[in-house]
T-cell receptor, first 114, second 116 residues
Framework: EDKVVQSPLSLVVHEGDTVTLNCSYEVTNFRSLLWYKQEKKAPTFLFMLTSSGIEKKSGRLSSILDKKELSSILNITATQTGDSAIYLCAVEAWGSSNTGKLIFGQGTTLQVKP | KAGVTQTPRYLIKTRGQQVTLSCSPISGHRSVSWYQQTPGQGLQFLFEYFSETQRNKGNFPGRFSGRQFSNSRSEMNVSTLELGDSALYLC???????????????FGPGTRLTVL
């Protein structure tokens, strides 16, 4: 059965700290890995990764995929209270009819204290 | 462009009733997927529609159904509601036309369904 596992499940840090969130997957017909940030409502898109070893960066956030290890990390540097959220990792898997679905991990709840 | 919209935002029903949720994708997006989010199970895929056809389905009972209209708007229906159906139902759309398809799905704000 396809699965995506995130760790840690929760994390409390102080402003200015750097955090690393982990995502590992066991998915047949892997196509891509996506990171989302969810605050009170809709998950908002952060990154999509398809190639191993290529870092994607947006401001203080960066992410990289390791297809050999079937994993990805999301780094947040110089954390701010506004980074407090649930971070979701999802893998796009293609089915027999070339249709995709996102398989989500449990999420990592990050709390950044002032 | 406006984002994905979902209506209603909140809904309270009782066991045995049925409910219909609506989703309007981002303009130009023809693929719509539905997900259920609960504290215990996280986000789980329900189904995906493209060009008015369901082309992928998750592991949910037949009480969960959906459809898509010619303008790409989608509805999902849950019949004979159970307490365990209480959840946040999220709709997501993605851009797809001909051979082009993006993996990035954009989510709506969700409908919070409470079953009493």
């Amino acid at each position: 059965e396809d699965k995506v596992v995130q760790s840690p499940l929760s994390l409390v840090v102080h402003e200015g700290d750097t955090v690393t969130l982990n995502c590992s997957y066991e998915v047949t017909n892997f196509r891509s890995l996506l990171w989302y940030k969810q605050e009170k409502k809709a998950p908002t898109f952060l990154f999509m990764l398809t190639s191993s070893g290529i870092e994607k960066k947006s401001g203080r956030l960066s992410s990289i995929l390791d297809k050999k290890e079937l994993s990805s990390i999301l780094n947040i540097t110089a954390t701010q209270t506004g980074d407090s959220a649930i971070y979701l990792c999802a893998v796009e898997a293609w089915g027999s009819s070339n249709t995709g679905k996102l398989i989500f991990g449990q999420g990592t709840t990050l709390q950044v204290k002032p | 462009k406006a984002g994905v919209t979902q209506t209603p935002r909140y809904l309270i029903k009782t066991r045995g009733q049925q409910v219909t949720l609506s989703c309007s994708p981002i303009s130009g997006h023809r693929s719509v997927s539905w997900y259920q989010q609960t504290p215990g199970q996280g986000l789980q895929f329900l189904f995906e529609y493209f060009s008015e056809t369901q082309r992928n389905k998750g592991n949910f009972p037949g009480r969960f159904s959906g459809r898509q209209f010619s303008n790409s708007r989608s509805e999902m229906n849950v019949s004979t509601l159970e307490l365990g159906d209480s959840a946040l139902y999220l709709c997501a759309s993605r851009e797809e036309s001909g051979r082009f398809r993006t993996d990035t799905q954009y989510f709506g704000p969700g409908t919070r369904l409470t079953v009493l």
